[in-house]
Each structure stands twice: as C-alpha cells, then as structure tokens.
C-alpha cells in the first residue's frame, strides 16, 4: 500500500509529515511517496525524506498512485480527480463550510476523512489537530502583537522612568485563547479574557488572567465543548461589559469561534473606536468574518492608527513545529485506519473514526454535512 504525502498548495508553509516521522509508518510495511519539494518551507529537503526511506514522486504520479493521499489543504479537487478509485484522503476539509465541494469530491468515489472534525474527546486528543494549531497560533498571535505594538509587554522601573505593563485582551479562551494568555503572561502583560463558557473561568484565572464575567450565556453543553450562538440580549450585555477593557488595551487578541458558523462580532466599530492609536488587534477568526470591525484575513490594516491583522492560520508561520505536531497526529489517526498489516482497516464502530468521515466510498455520510447539502 502507498500512502502519498502533498506539498500543499502556494502560501501555505507547512508539510503534513516531517522524515523524523516516517519510520513508525514504514514498519506497518507501505511505502510512503513524499511530492517533490514538499517539506522545501518547513526546512526539509526531499534527500531528508528519501534518508528516512520515503520515495520522492511528482504530484501527477503521486495523485494517480497513492491508495491514501494526505495533505493539509486538499483543495485542488480538479487535479485529485485523477486519484485511483476507492482511494482515501485525509486532510483539513472544513467540511462544515465546504459542504459543496464535499459532494463534488464524493462523485470520484472515494472516502475522505477532514482532521477538523474529530470528535473533542480525551482518547482523540492525540490527533485533535484543531489544538495542536490552535496552540500555535495563541502563541505567535501574542508574538505578533508584540512586534505590531509601540510599546514594551513587560513593565520597567528603569533610570529614564517607568514603563506600565501592556493590557491584553483575549476574547474566546478555547485552545488559543488559553495559549495566548500564557504566552502574553509570560511576556508580563495584564491579562483579561472573555468567553461564553462558564466552565473556562477557572482555567483562565489559574493562569493569572482576569475573567470577565457576562451572566446569562446560551447553554452549550450539548455542542460537543464548542460554544453556541448567542441571543441578541447577550451580546449587547457582553458589548457593555466589554467596553471598559477595550477602551484600556493596548492589545486584543481575538479568538472567539463557533464550530461550522460565521465569528461573533464581538468589537463594533463604535467599540473599536475606544482604543488607543498604536493600539494593536490580532485576529485568528479572520476568515470566518472575524471578531473584530474591520478586519480582514491576511492583511493588515489601520484604523484611527489602531493596528488591525487578520489571521486564521497563523500556525503556518510556524511550520516546522507546526508540521511536526500536525504530522503527529495524522500518524495517530493513520494507526487508526491502516492495520498492523499495512492494509487500510475502517472501523465505523470508531466514533473517531466515525466523527471525521465525510466521504466513504462515494457517498457523503457525516449526518451534520448531509443535512447541510439538503437544506
Ligand atoms: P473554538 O476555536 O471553537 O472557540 C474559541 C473560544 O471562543 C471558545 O472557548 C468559545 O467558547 C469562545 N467563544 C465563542 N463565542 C464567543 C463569544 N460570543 N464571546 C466570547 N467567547 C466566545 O474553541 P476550541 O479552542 O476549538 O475549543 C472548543 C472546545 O473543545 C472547548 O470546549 C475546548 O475545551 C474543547 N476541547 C476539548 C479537547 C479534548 O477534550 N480532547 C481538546 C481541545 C479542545
């Protein structure tokens, strides 16, 4: 059995297995064809998988050969088109906003697992690939406002006078958010956060930030950990309460997310207006329309001299770490599926195995995408 590994399309730096990675696989007895160049961005050469025992191949070659093709984007559906029938494809999908494409995909009868859908679970947390970017992300994200904003993160007492500590604001305590705290704690700022769910209050306040408390959230106990929409109510609540911090930080660091749905508007222009000039704005939920008035994926932007940066993917700039834990958890999936054997295995009765189908042999079969297709 060949399992072919891409090189992900122009912009994106990571690779979806590093050569360190290899030897586990090879000992399951398949062969592992690695496209050209792949790891070029995350600082490997194609001689450093060929050292680990990987076959370098030309995409077209890889595409039509391989029984399980992996990626991290797998976008170019014309060119996967020519893939063997039957073959199986692993990647981020995002299913739950292309839907459409999902049943394009199908239509060359093959099955496809996206990595973003794994079930939130303990035993899935090591190929819960969401976190292990998410946790890359809260911390360059902090990185990153350090270097946009004209001022020190720690405080000084220096000869030349004081400098006070930056004040961040992180909206949304999930994976980046918690990681954005400890990052930003470290950095010595003062630190509150908002969030929706209740349950996240005591992780943020262990790490010394300050929670903001908004009574009166949707219940989300039944949305698998991920938080829901908000009533009209709320979220005006939760704007007045806001505003005091916003109009004093020098930083917000903008995480907040629900699973399949556009980003809460968290910061009005109104709202946004209250900052400093020199103030600066990171926004990982950019491409899902962000949390934050006049932000955009990929670009960064002034407003009133405030520094806006969208950024849903900022793991990528990270790759190598990046990769490596992405790599990880594609392999702890892989064990999941290819038997001791080296032959591909599913096991339906997985609910992991189960929660990130999208195709199996043709057919959408994940319940949340075919209600999305009927609807
Ligand atoms: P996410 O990226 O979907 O959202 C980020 C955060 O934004 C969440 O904490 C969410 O509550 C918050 N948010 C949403 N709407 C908001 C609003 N209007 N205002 C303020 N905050 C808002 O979250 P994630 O990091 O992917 O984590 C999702 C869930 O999965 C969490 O409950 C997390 O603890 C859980 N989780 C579990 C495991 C595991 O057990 N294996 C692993 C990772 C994450």
């Known amino acids: 059995m060949i399992i072919g590994i891409l090189k992900e399309p122009a912009g ?41 025992g990987a076959k370098i191949s030309d995409r077209d ?41 999902m049943q394009a995909m199908a239509e060359m009868g093959c099955t496809a697992f996206s990595l973003d859908m794994i079930p939130r679970t303990t035993r899935a947390q090591s190929m819960d690939v969401l976190s292990s970017q998410a946790n890359i992300a809260g ?52 630190v509150e956060v908002s969030d929706t769910r209740p349950a996240v209050k005591e992780e943020v306040m262990s790490l010394g930030a300050k929670f903001i408390e908004v009574e009166g959230a949707a219940d989300a106990s039944a949305a698998g950990g991920y938080a829901v929409e908000q009533s009209d109510e709320f979220k005006q609540k939760q704007r007045e309460r806001l505003a005091a911090s916003v109009a004093k930080s020098d930083v917000i660091i903008a995480t907040a997310q629900i699973q399949g749905k556009k980003a809460p508007l968290l910061i009005d222009e109104a709202m946004l207006k209250l900052m400093k000039p020199g103030s600066v704005v990171i926004d990982l939920a950019a491409s899902t329309g962000g949390n934050v008035f006049g932000v955009e994926q990929n670009t960064i932007t002034q407003i009133n001299g405030i520094t806006l940066y969208g950024n849903s993917h900022l793991a990528a700039d990270m790759p190598v770490d990046a990769s490596k834990v992405y790599g990880k958890n594609l392999y ?38 075919l209600s999305l297709i009927n609807n």
Request: a neutral charge; charged letters at 20%; glycine letters at 8%.
């Open 12 to 52: 994106e730096k990571r690779v979806s297995m590093l050569p360190a990675q290899l030897t586990p696989l090879l000992q399951l007895g398949v062969e592992v064809w690695v496209e050209k160049g792949a790891g070029i961005l995350s600082c490997v050469a194609d001689a450093d998988y060929e050292a680990m």
């Open 332 to 369: 702890n999936f892989l064990q999941l599926i290819v038997s001791k054997e080296g032959v591909i295995q599913l096991n339906f009765e997985d609910d992991i195995v189960k929660g990130c189908c999208i195709l199996h042999n043709g057919a959408v079969v994940h319940d949340r995408i």
């Open 61 to 101: 070659a890889l595409i039509r050969t391989s029984d399980i093709i992996a990626g991290f984007w797998l976008k170019e559906t014309a060119e996967l088109m020519h893939a063997k029938k039957g073959v199986v494809f692993i990647g981020v999908l995002q299913p739950l906003f292309n839907y459409k494409q």
């Open 139 to 190: 911390y360059k994200a902090v990185l990153k406002a350090a270097d946009l904003l004209p001022h020190y993160f720690p405080m000084f007492m220096t000869a030349a006078g004081s400098i006070p500590p930056a004040k961040v604001l992180i909206l949304g305590a999930g994976v980046a958010g918690l990681q954005a705290i400890a990052t930003a704690k470290r950095l010595g700022a003062v």
